[in-house]
């Protein structure tokens, strides 16, 4: 069933204006719900972990259930859910975990098609242990990771091997069980960073076959707070590093200094939105998932597959308009035949207008877009567009309308025609 938009919208308190929100990329507006629980937990139940009264004794319940709801949005168990600060903490943290494992003769594995929070942590642990970086390139043509590099690198039996689900700045959605395939045949850890991919598709930690996802709730209409999936077993081995006499039970033992309980409360909050779209507007996923007594495993794959197709419908739209505008140069995956490999975020050159004044301009329309590399350094360098001021990206999600990716083109044929 088609996603009713009234309705969706309704549920975004941001969206009652008249600005068209297409930073999704950076950060996507926050649902009705997840501000409602949020709110009802600051008044009712805040107040620090295992106390002996009823408001701790809450909190401690709410984040049980927040963390249950993860594991299922995750595909995995509630013991290998991790909460921090967001994705870029929790990875430095990880790979400081995973230091001891290396040493010099090592070699770790990232792409440049990644966002730096899945470079710089992985650069860094290299320099302080020794190790070897081994870089994966990607196609610039299509904006599509090169796996014939990647087996190359493989053939080093690389410790670690760190790649996105999908590109924050071309969209791209890499065949990550294909690629965690590949590495652990060759003895290396799979590390997934999930940020973009998650508003946009269905995740199933357990199906690619990786070791460690992490992800962002802001990335997909909730509170700033970052998930990280680690199999049970490497999180028991890995040594944490965390004040004493903190709780050294997984996954809490990763979890440093009081939780941040009104997150929690608006990640769980964001989750039951997700299950009702699926109840609302999702049909039923081809293959049943295993272990779902509460349904809701089933509920957020169907709300995913409603999202798709919405999404498929927006991307086709928007590239249809950018095209038509003249001068237009988009990067990335540009053949419609294989937009299933693509999400909604498009990252574009408009003649020798700097990006900067487009995004200046875009604004003056009630359009808001992101203007320079997002992070995404080493995809904007290879594209030879770092002293040039890098792209101009929009990026759809499920709440955005055809219309508001034709009030864009009107905006840039402007742009284009001063």
């Not at 295992?50 to 168990?77: I, V």
């Not at 608006?266 to 009702?276: F, N, S």
Request: net charge negative; proline share 6%; charged share 25%.
């Amino acid at each position: 069933m088609a996603l009713d938009l009234e309705r969706v919208r309704h549920q975004f308190p941001a969206l009652a204006g008249n600005a068209v929100f297409l930073d999704n990329p950076g950060g996507t507006q926050v649902v009705k719900n997840c501000l409602d629980r949020m709110l009802d937990y600051l008044i009712e139940a805040n107040a620090n972990h295992d106390g002996a009264f009823k408001t701790s004794r809450e909190s401690d319940a709410l984040a049980a259930r927040a963390r249950q709801a993860a594991a299922d949005f995750l595909n995995a168990r509630p013991e290998e859910v991790v909460f921090g600060a967001n994705m870029t903490t929790l990875t430095f943290h990880l790979s400081r975990s995973l230091a001891p494992r290396l040493g010099p003769g090592d070699s770790l594995v990232v792409t440049r098609l990644d966002h730096d929070a899945n470079i710089s942590p992985w650069l860094l642990l290299a320099r302080d242990r020794g190790a070897e970086i081994l870089w994966v390139d990607f196609h610039p043509e299509d904006g599509t990771l090169d796996l014939a590099d990647l087996d190359r690198a493989l053939e080093k039996k690389p410790k670690l091997v760190a790649v996105g689900y999908a590109s924050n700045a071309l969209g791209t959605i890499n065949p990550v069980a294909d690629i965690a395939a590949r590495a652990r045949a060759a003895g290396a850890l799979v590390f997934v960073d999930a940020v973009h991919y998650a508003p946009h598709g269905p995740i199933d930690a357990a199906a690619l076959g990786c070791d460690f996802l992490a992800c962002s709730a802001y990335k997909f209409f909730g509170p700033h707070l970052g998930l990280l999936y680690g199999r049970r077993e490497l999180l028991e081995e890995l040594p944490a590093y965390k004040v004493r006499p903190a709780d050294d039970r997984v996954p809490f033992r990763f979890e440093t200094g009081t939780p941040n309980f009104e997150a929690l409360a608006g990640l769980l909050g964001t989750i039951e939105y997700l299950e009702e779209l699926g109840t609302r507007f999702g049909e039923d996923p081809e293959a049943e998932p295993a272990d779902d007594p509460s349904g809701r495993k089933r509920k957020l794959r169907r709300a995913a597959a409603a999202v798709r197709a919405h999404e498929r419908t927006l991307a086709a739209a928007m590239f249809e308009t950018l095209q038509a505008i003249p001068s237009m140069k988009i990067f990335g995956l540009t053949d419609p035949a294989r937009f299933d490999e693509r999400v909604a975020t498009f990252s574009f050159r408009l003649g020798d207008v700097p990006p900067r004044r487009i995004a200046e301009e875009l604004d003056r329309d009630g359009i808001y877009a992101w203007d320079g590399h997002y992070y995404a350094l080493e995809t904007v360098r290879r594209l030879g567009l770092e002293d040039k001021g890098g792209m101009l990206r929009v990026g759809a999600v499920h709440y955005n309308t055809l219309e508001d990716i034709a009030r864009l083109g009107r905006s840039l044929a402007r742009i284009a025609k001063a």
